[in-house]
């Protein structure tokens, strides 16, 4: 159970981190932020939205307990950099930076995979 938790926790708290980095801009709506979703042909008003849900995602995975709501957090990150993929994709083509991406999703798939064994391991 040590070893789960451990994984669990820390791939988590990586993955929740990074999301919540990236959310802050949107917030706060850096002209940096502003000008990368726009030339993705997002509007202005979208920027602050996604970044307010990309934090209550992150903050929802954090937050001990709740099952239920971590599911929807994880399908809603997951939502969220699938699209971003997809939309620079569409756009700008593919660039080696894209590559970065590996290491996120193998974060967030490692935190959603041992999430379940943990709930599992608790359960019993």
Known sequence: MKKIKNI??????LFAGFMAFTAVPDILLVPEAKTFI???????YFIPFI???KLLGS??????????IKEWAYAGLTYDLIAAIYSNLKVNGFDMGMLTMIPIFAALIISYVYCQKYFAAKAR
């Open 8 to 13: 669990y926790w820390s791939s988590t708290i």
């Open 38 to 44: 726009m030339q993705l042909g997002y509007p202005e």
């Open 59 to 68: 903050i929802a995975l954090v937050v001990p307990g709740y099952k239920t």
């Open 51 to 53: 970044g307010v849900a």
